[in-house]
């Protein structure tokens, strides 16, 4: 079956393999409600199999699993091609004004721009394909008869700006764009759950298996968030792949500074792991290595290591981290930082849904290996950028 993206002026269809096509989120009215308000057609509901493409998605909002492309359970389309006359009608408007509550209207300005509005409203039919509709935008209340209705119809167009979701800043992961994933060795993608086991893959020599707490950890930046009363603006989380524990830091535009702040502090109470990867790019991972020997005072090799693996790794931990800060921002604006750490220890205290477990159990059931001194790695830095990551299934059962 051939589907339809039901986008205002997109005409993609399934066809196209580069891009996935997804259902609306029809068993969740607040989140469907989001999607119908950012989509603005006039009187039109989405049925079972009405679907809209990927490229209406900011890139935080897709899980790349294989060859399949799913959303997160938050996502909301954003990203639209409407006539920009009526994007800056939309700006010009404010939402909480007298003239968008219908309490007092501006003729002069309803005057101008009701002939352009009414002319290309004619023209469209009122079909059921909203490729054949108006946006709501485009078509607000027009007077038919008596100037009564015009007084009065304000008042409907007036509760749809009070519905839209509140904007905040764009964010993204910060990552290395040399990094991509198709790039990534076979045995990336194979090892760990390809069968016959006798098959083996260019890198499988050198495979790095997690096998213990605090042994391998993911580093991330997050941002930019709305700022802080302190101007914090991104989010460092640093990820144990074993026992999911995550920490999590307000940083500056200050990033490579803080970052080394950050991770000497953890260190500090935690004790060295074997080895850090980021796909933060290069230029920021040397100032975050140069700092953070000043910081543990070394003159060993870099602790940080530039992997392209760091973001697939462990994708579920990746998405509640993405839903819990997105969540934090929103709701508690220019004070997220104070209450990001409560955040971070709530997460590790609900079962994560690969162990079953709580990462704080994993982590903290038993005293972990204490190592003061930098720990030896397996091969050379060089060697582990090279090799491949697998967290074992059997790794749920083992603390």
Known sequence: MVYHCCAYN??????????????????DPNLLKKWLNNLRWKDWKPAANSKICSIHFEKKCLIEDGKR?????????????????????KVKINPRSRRALGIAADSNSSGRAAPDVT???????????????????????????????MRTEPMSVSTQPLTEPEKSPPWTI?????????MTIPSFFHSGYCLPDNIRWAGDDDLNIVKE???????????????????????????????????????????????????????????????ILSRLPKRILMEVNRELKKHLRLNSSALVIHHRQTGYMDLVTESLLNEMLDELVKKHGSIWHVLLPAAT????????????????????????????????LPYSATDVRLSSFVIPATVANDL
């Open 10 to 27: 997109c005409k993609n269809i399934s066809r196209n393999k580069s891009l996935s096509f997804h259902k609306f989120p029809l068993k």
């Open 69 to 89: 492309t799913r959303l997160h359970s938050w996502a909301v389309p954003t990203i639209f091609s409407f006539p920009n006359r009526y994007l800056e009608r």
């Open 119 to 149: 002319a290309e409203t004619s023209q469209k039919s009122n079909s059921e394909k909203p490729e054949h509709r108006n946006t709501e935008s485009l078509q607000p209340n027009t007077s038919k008869s008596s100037s009564s209705q």
């Open 174 to 182: 910060l990552g290395d764009e040399a990094l991509d994933r198709s």
């Open 213 to 275: 707490r605090w042994e391998w950890l993911g580093l991330d930046v997050r941002g930019p968030f709305s700022p802080t009363v302190d101007r914090h603006t991104h989010i460092m989380t640093l990820t144990d792949y074993h026992s999911k524990w995550v920490e999590a830091f307000p940083l500056t535009q200050n990033l490579s500074q803080d970052v080394a702040k950050c991770l000497a502090e953890v260190i500090n109470q935690q004790g060295y792991p074997l080895g």
């Open 345 to 376: 220890l709530r997460l590790c205290c609900t079962n994560h849904p690969t162990t079953k477990e709580k990462p704080f159990t994993r982590m903290c059931a038993s005293d972990p290996p204490f190592s003061s001194t930098p720990r030896e």
